[in-house]
T-cell receptor, first 113, second 111 residues
């Protein structure tokens, strides 16, 4: 099993450009999450999904959109990137509930100039 | 304002020393998790505690959940360089709610 994979690993964007981050999991997990990690801030939840076709906002959703068209994939979109979105983005998944183990991907490092 | 406050933020110790990391809140949590994150990787779960007063041991690591389920601690005995990493606590306030992460404690164990 590959677990949770993220694409790309690193990306540089100019302000105003758009991009999509892809997360894939092969553990048949229902729940999937997108977090951002900034120095001194821990992990903050952007959006999450409790099943295929569902999405919900986390604590910092502004400027991001998500889609979960297939159970194994969770996409995070930035329509118009801003320097404040420079961060490390982590995708995670869990089997049923949020209290269960969350399995994290290796992260995507995004720099917005 | 962080819902979960971790202390200290940074800790640098020598191999063989003992240490304790704290995770505190004014809110009650139904469960609390501890993760370790190494550079360039995602966090990995170490333990989940769900009962007030619960103590769990993982080799040289001892985790405790406060009686009131508002705080937790992680104690490492005889730290080794392999323990170096970012330690994150994360709590769920109710059984169906999202996880809230603390800001983390960056531990460096020097040989």
């Amino acid at each position: 099993n590959a677990g949770v994979t993220q694409t790309p690993k690193f990306r540089v964007l100019k302000t105003g450009q758009s991009m999509t981050l892809l997360c894939a999991q092969d553990m048949n997990h229902e729940y999937m999450y997108w977090y951002r990690q900034d120095p001194g801030m821990g992990l903050r939840l952007i959006h999450y999904s409790v099943g295929e076709g569902t999405t919900a906002k986390g604590e910092v959703p502004d400027g991001y959109n998500v889609s979960r068209l297939k159970k194994q994939n969770f996409l995070l979109g930035l329509e118009s990137a801003a320097p404040s979105q420079t961060s490390v983005y982590f995708c995670a998944s869990s089997y049923l509930t949020v209290q269960e183990t969350q399995y994290f991907g290796p992260g995507t490092r995004l720099l917005v100039l | 304002t962080q819902l979960l406050e971790q202390s200290p933020q940074f800790l640098s110790i020598q191999e063989g020393e003992n240490l304790t990391v704290y995770c505190n809140s004014s809110s009650v949590f139904s469960s609390l998790q501890w993760y370790r994150q190494e550079p360039g990787e995602g966090p990995v779960l170490l333990v989940t505690v769900v009962t007030g007063g619960e103590v769990k041991k993982l080799k040289r690591l001892t985790f405790q959940f406060g009686d009131a389920r508002k705080d937790s601690s992680l104690h490492i005995t005889a730290a080794q360089p392999g323990d170096t990493g970012l330690y994150l606590c994360a709590g769920a306030r109710t059984s169906g709610s999202r996880l809230t992460f603390g800001e983390g404690t960056q531990l460096t164990v020097n040989p």
